[in-house]
């Protein structure tokens, strides 16, 4: 079993909004998440028809070592957007996270995305 979630990550004005600042300030950070230890971390930076995808795969470890979760999230910068596209994908069988990889990078080549202002 995995959990899909999809988000549009909104950014402050002041904040550059691109893939690859994105994924510096993602690389620069990424040693912890909610407590948790990360034991494997892949971030790949690519383009794709929408803009621009950062993709991270990664395991982390519970406090107690007894759990370990696999993640992958893609992040898709559309050309000069203020916004992302964002999915996140998650799972405790591990087994899954090649196949889980492949088909994250099949919805990030193929999802079109239209972007414009929404009105007030």
Known sequence: MATLDIFVLRFAPAVKVSGQAFAAARSAKIHEV????????????????????????????????????????????????????SVHISTVHLGLMKELATQLRHIARSVKLTVRDIPA
Do not use: C, M, Q, W
């Open 34 to 85: 909610d407590g948790a230890t990360i034991v494997d971390y892949d971030l790949r930076s690519a383009p794709v028809p929408a803009g621009r995808a950062v993709t991270e795969i990664y395991t982390i470890r519970r406090p107690d070592d007894a759990v370990r979760e696999g993640y992958l999230e893609t992040s898709i910068f559309p050309n000069g957007a203020r916004d992302a596209f």
